[in-house]
């Protein structure tokens, strides 16, 4: 009898580490939520989500929507993408990876008041909110959770220079709220860009070039294969 248990648990042993190994093999599993930082060059297959499927040769979701924000009212375009906390969908990802919180800034108080539109994000101990909600949400179906923030401008003028202030005060709490869950990470994009390079950005100044997005996917990468 104690020999048959000796063998039955070697064989389960074995059957574990292969799950186990066969899991390790496949491909990453990847939802790609947020705004117009994952969708710029979606077009030319060089947006944020392309690389990274590229990059890690992973299955790679993207709901990103342009123009996305967290305070989205109208049900059916909210339900469509315009709503980023709508843009989650279930299924077996090892890792979501959000961003956003931009355009309720800039669109929905001018970078300018905002104590009460961003306590709504997040508070300022990144307990509670429309942010933190989020990824409790992603957490709770088992998904580790990348936060990604976004570019700065290389110190040359840009339609969005006065929101820098806002999104710092924005990205600290997230950052606090990723502190608290070794399941969430922050990826920090604020030191990307070299003073007076405009390259990683486009035309516009406020959506990455394609190269912008390269480099971001990159930075991105190296966390979710370093965790």
Same mark, same amino acid.
């Given at each position: 009898m104690r020999h048959f248990f000796a063998q039955f648990s070697v064989a389960a042993a074995i059957v574990i580490f292969s799950?186990?190994?066969?899991?390790?093999?496949?491909p990453l599993r990847i939802l790609v939520m947020g705004d117009s930082l994952m969708t710029s060059h979606s077009q030319s297959k060089q947006a944020v989500p392309n690389f990274l499927e590229k990059t890690l040769g992973a299955r790679v979701k993207?709901?990103?929507?342009?123009?996305? /924000?967290?305070r989205y009212i109208m049900p059916i375009t909210g339900a469509l993408g315009l709503n980023i906390s709508k843009q989650y969908r279930d299924g077996p990802w090892d890792w979501v990876v959000i961003n956003g919180?931009?355009?309720?800034?800039?669109?929905g108080?001018?970078?300018? /008041?905002?104590?009460? =539109?961003?306590?709504?994000?997040?508070?300022?101990?990144?307990? /509670?909110?429309?942010?933190?909600?989020?990824?409790?949400?992603?957490?709770?179906a088992g998904a580790k959770v990348a936060y990604v923030?976004?570019?700065?401008?290389?110190?040359?003028?840009?339609?969005?220079?006065?929101?820098?202030?806002?999104g710092d005060a924005l990205e600290a709490r997230i950052a606090v709220m990723a502190q608290r869950d070794q399941g969430v990470t922050f990826i920090s994009l604020a030191d990307m860009v070299p003073t007076g390079d405009r390259s990683f950005h486009a035309p516009d100044?406020?959506?990455?070039?394609?190269?912008?997005? =390269? @480099?971001?996917? @990159?930075?991105?990468a190296q966390v979710l294969t370093s965790r």
């Open positions: 799950a186990a190994m066969s899991h390790a093999n496949e993207s709901r990103a929507t342009a123009g996305a /924000r967290y919180g931009g355009n309720d800034m800039w669109l108080c001018g970078c300018m /008041r905002c104590k009460r =539109r961003m306590n709504k994000l997040i508070s300022p101990d990144g307990k /509670r909110g429309e942010i933190p909600a989020l990824v409790s949400k992603a957490r709770r923030g976004y570019l700065r401008s290389p110190g040359m003028w840009s339609p969005i220079e006065h929101c820098k202030a806002e100044m406020i959506h990455p070039s394609a190269k912008g997005s =390269r @480099a971001a996917a @990159a930075r991105i």
